[in-house]
C-alpha cells in the first residue's frame, strides 16, 4: 500500500517486500473506506501501524463465487452487472495471478470469450488509461488502479500467498472491490 499513501516522503512503488520500508507513508488517498479497511489486514502490523484514510467516501468489497467449469460465465455476469450500474469497461480491470497453466489459461480464455461477447478488444495493463476492459496479472497491474477491481481467485494453493502481494492485489480498486473464487471448499 505504499504506493497510495502520500505525504512528503518518497518510497519505492510496486510490491513492498516484507521488510520496512525507508520511510513511512500514513495518509491513504486512492481507496475507498471498505477497499482500505480490507486491505490492512494484509499490511504487516510493525509496518503501516499509522495509515490512516483522509476521506469519507465508502466504497464496497464483495465475495462471489464461480462453479469450476464455467468461471467465464460469472465473470461476464459481474461485468454486466457493473455496466448496468453504470461502470464503463474502461473502469474496470480483471486481475488473474498467474502462478499456473491454469491460471493463464482462464485469463486467456476469459479474453477471447469477452471479445467474442462485446465485440470489444480487452487490453492488458499497458492500456490502462484506454476505455478497455484490462485483464491482466497482479504483478503487471502493479502501480495501477481502476475504479473497480475483480480478483480473480486470488488464494494460490491455499495459502493468500504472502501478505505484500495481497495488498497489492486489493489496493488497486479505487472504489470496489469483487473476490471472485471457487464456490466449493476453499478457493484452489
Known amino acids: ?63 462471489a463465487t464461480f462453479p469450476n467449469n464455467s468461471p467465464n460465465d460469472k465473470l461476464m455476469k459481474i461485468i454486466d452487472e457493473l455496466q448496468h450500474s453504470g461502470y464503463s469497461f ?9 502462478v499456473s497453466e491454469e491460471d493463464e489459461s482462464h485469463a486467456a480464455n476469459f479474453k477471447q470469450s469477452f471479445e467474442q461477447e462485446y465485440g470489444v478488444e480487452t487490453g492488458d495493463a499497458e492500456h490502462n488509461y484506454e476505455d478497455v476492459l484490462v485483464v491482466s496479472s497482479v504483478t503487471d497491474y502493479s502501480e495501477l488502479e481502476r475504479p473497480v477491481v475483480i480478483a480473480f481467485n486470488p488464494d494460490v494453493d491455499g495459502n493468500l500467498l504472502f501478505e505484500p502481494y495481497m495488498l497489492t492485489l486489493y489496493t488497486r480498486a479505487i472504489s470496489k472491490l469483487i473476490l471472485l473464487t471457487l464456490e466449493t471448499g476453499n478457493p484452489r
Not at 500500500?1 to 491513504?28: C, Y
Not at 482500505?36 to 464483495?62: I, S
Open 90 to 98: 474502461g473502469e474496470i480491470a480483471v486481475l488473474f495471478s498467474p
Open 1 to 63: 500500500m505504499a504506493q497510495k499513501m502520500t505525504n512528503d516522503k518518497i518510497v519505492t512503488s510496486g510490491i513492498p517486500e516484507k521488510r520496512s520500508p525507508r520511510r513511512l507513508l500514513t495518509e491513504v488517498v486512492r481507496n475507498s473506506k471498505q477497499v482500505h479497511k480490507f486491505a490492512r489486514q494484509f499490511m504487516a502490523k510493525d509496518m503501516y501501524p499509522q495509515t490512516c484514510l483522509v476521506h469519507d467516501y465508502k466504497g464496497e468489497v464483495k465475495c
